[in-house]
């Protein structure tokens, strides 16, 4: 089997007094019984080198001993046998199971016959003689352009927004994803919320119009500005104002 469960827990509770070799032994140890199924070879030897420690025989020897049994066939592991076990009554119970909906279909007439093998493969849940698909979902494809539904979304939704260069964005992404993170089952609902959690954009001073020219209902405000200097100043002195005059003759 390539899979079980390990309770973190319940393994440190029993081996807390274990050294760090013993540990790494113990459980490689664990994986090699339960990847083979079968008892570990008596050989020490050959037990150090099927688990890549063979400096550390006396280790190997310690964990064995303590938690393994020793047997005509081998070293065995109790806890390990009863989870073997378990797994392969599941397995057992769900080929049964299978292989009962099965027959019932090709009774009825529902699918068109096909070898017992498969019946524990890609089983889907009949109703009223009538298969139901499951629906797992598609990629976007590479062709696929903004349509007007989409675009009308995004200028209701987000105004502040330009639709097709939101939509390039959202489609280099996806495309992009590996495997099934590139798949959805809604691709529509999935540019909905794209749009809606797209960052408030940040205005390019560059792009803003500043006005220079004040309205028709306002009074340029340096003209005031000069009116009001004029009014504070000191009035010109006669004998100077004379020598001006003088001069401009």
Known sequence: ???FQFNIGDYQSH???LSD???LAYRRLLDWYYLHESPIPLDLNEVS???RMRPHSDCIASVLNEYFSHTSDGWIHHRANKEIAKVGEKSEKASESAKARWNKVKDANALPTQS????THNTLPITHNTVVKQNRGSRLQADFCLTDDWKEFCRTERSDLDPQKVFDGFKDYWIAKPGQQGVKLDWLATWRNWVRNQKQGVVNKADQVFTTVPSRFE???ALVAVEQKLKEAVPMPPEIREYMARLHK
Do not use: F, K, L
């Open 116 to 119: 017992d093998s498969n019946a």
């Open 15 to 17: 081996t807390a007094h």
């Open 49 to 51: 080198r099927q688990i």
């Open 21 to 23: 070799i013993e540990d």
């Open 219 to 221: 009074r340029d405000p």
């Open 1 to 3: 089997m390539h899979y």
